[in-house]
């Protein structure tokens, strides 16, 4: 890393950031596969336990807003560190809990951690990556945390299924090798990646009076509300280890078995996120052809995948795994399932296909975010989006256990997380609208940032030629945000 700034500084910079934003959904995702196990131990229901997840959601969210604007208005590393070292530090403490109440405080810590990592890396990692290939990039950042939510799901039905607490102090060892790890990372300039600012030394940092000028940008009005009714269908998904133990359970395995299973078929199931990358390169293709090109992929994608998920969620399955084996007994046998029981075989292509049309939006909407704002605005208005998207994660999380218990009355388990399940993906329909919305409005958007970091530079100092860039004079054919259908001309960076 001798040489600050270069290629390979970079690259490890990006991967550093990638990681922590893996391992922070890693500390969300071991909770439910154990929500069963931690309830008996302190002798609550699992309600109790789901509680702690769904005020994880609340507080990480919350305190990201305060984290991103600390980390607009400051210098970002130490930002990031401290919250790192916080959610670290709660980790350890929910492993070590002797009662519910220490369990219930030390998740709230974590969460307050967790809010800084996410919101101030977004920032950071969007000044490292081009316009032109953020799809693809914030595809990769998308995917991790998509794959850091797996890897919770796994590593808590893993470890867990013996002793609970051990996923926990797995993952805040972790915790503590990725915050050395990011010691030695590219402390990046703000606006790095703009070629509009390139050559420039820009230190614009954001002020309590901007706020109005965030919110006047009406694309980011519907990036950030379309995180309420996303989220809600979302949240509703960290149950699925719960749907399938459930249904272990239903076909006469033992407590134990019946929890590795719903864990090992609920990170399969899961799979389909990696295909996130594909909608980031949708959106980066379309993006070069039409403003709307982000906004309209992931418009498509939210909606076309409600049909997938009702399918999945009722599909019967014949679970064929021997009953007390060891976990990798357990693991085979749900690999041999995959190819020799039909019925597993089509819920896991549903899913896959499912996960990967709703993933389409994360790599879009972090490129849309970065698309539209300055540099000094993007960690806040990714927090003001992530605060939307906590709330209605954790009502999702909180108000599809009401119903399961409220539907058991009348279709007993599993069917009654199936209906409960099935019911909540239809939230995705408004989200698809609100992407639809902000399609009308992003070109003018893009417009008026791209203007304004212009008007940075000296009147007489042009930008530098940017070689990925289209000629300047290029005229985009595009959706007014009046929807009108005219044409807007602007100059590509």
């Known amino acids: 890393m001798a040489i600050q700034g270069g290629s390979a500084h970079r690259v490890y910079s990006v991967v550093v950031f990638v990681i922590l934003a893996s391992l922070d959904n890693v500390a969300i995702g071991i909770v439910p596969p154990l929500y069963g196990s931690i309830g008996d131990t ?28 600390a980390g607009d208005r400051t210098n970002r590393k130490p930002v990031l560190i401290a919250g790192t070292v916080i959610w670290v530090i709660g980790t350890t403490w929910s492993g070590l809990s002797g009662g519910y109440s220490s369990f219930l405080l030390s998740q709230v810590l974590a969460a307050i951690g967790l809010g800084g990592v996410a919101s101030v890396s977004f920032s950071v990692v969007s000044d490292l990556i081009s316009p032109r290939r953020r799809g693809l990039a914030m595809s990769f950042w998308g995917l991790s ?21 051990e996923p926990f102090l797995v993952v805040a060892i972790a915790g503590v090798v990725a915050t050395g790890a990011y010691l030695a990372t590219y402390d990046v300039p703000r606006g790095d990646s703009q070629p509009e ?43 699925l280890p719960v749907l399938f133990r459930a249904r272990a359970e239903d076909q006469g395995y033992t407590a134990g078995t019946a929890v590795l299973v719903g864990s090992i078929f609920a990170t399969l199931f899961q799979l389909g996120g990696a295909l996130s990358i594909l ?42 795994v021997p009953d007390g084996a060891s976990s990798g007994d357990v693991i085979a046998a749900v690999i041999a399932d995959v190819f020799t029981e039909p019925t597993v075989g089509f819920c896991l292509a549903t899913a896959v ?56 009355s009348a279709f007993p388990p599993p069917l009654n997380y199936a209906v409960g399940l099935a019911a909540f993906q239809f939230f995705f329909i408004p989200t698809g609208i609100m992407y639809w919305l902000a399609s009308r409005t992003v070109a003018q958007d893009m417009a008026d940032t791209h203007a304004a970091l212009l008007a940075v530079r000296a009147p007489a100092e042009p ?31």
Do not use: C
């Open 42 to 69: 302190f002798g609550v229901g699992e309600g109790h336990i789901a509680l702690a997840t769904t005020v994880m959601f609340l507080i990480s969210a919350v305190a990201a807003i305060g984290w991103a604007y």
């Open 353 to 408: 296909f499912a996960l990967a049309l709703t993933s389409a939006n994360s790599p879009n909407w972090f490129a849309m975010i970065a698309d539209v704002n300055p540099p000094e605005h993007r960690g806040t208005v990714y927090s003001l989006g992530n605060l939307v998207n906590g709330v209605g994660r954790a009502g999702g999380n909180a108000f599809v256990g009401v119903v399961f218990r409220g539907l058991a």
């Open 197 to 239: 600012l390139a050559g420039i030394d820009y230190d614009e940092r954001i002020h309590r009076d901007d706020l109005p000028r965030i919110l006047r940008r009406r694309t980011n009005i519907w990036l950030i509300l379309q995180g309420f009714s996303a989220q809600i269908a979302f949240g509703s998904l960290v149950w």
């Open 463 to 493: 930008p530098p030629a940017d070689p990925d860039a289209e000629p300047p004079d290029a005229a985009v054919r595009d959706s007014s945000p009046h929807g009108d259908g005219g044409e807007v001309s602007l100059p590509r960076p």
């Open 279 to 320: 909608g980031g390169l949708a959106g980066d293709r379309l993006q070069r052809r039409t403003r709307r090109g982000r906004a309209l992929v992931s418009a498509v994608g939210v909606l076309a995948a409600v049909p997938f998920y009702v399918v999945l969620f009722f599909v019967p399955m014949k679970i064929e």
């Open 145 to 165: 945390q998509g794959v850091g939510t797996i890897a919770g799901t796994l590593v808590g039905g893993l470890l867990g299924s013996t002793d609970w607490r």
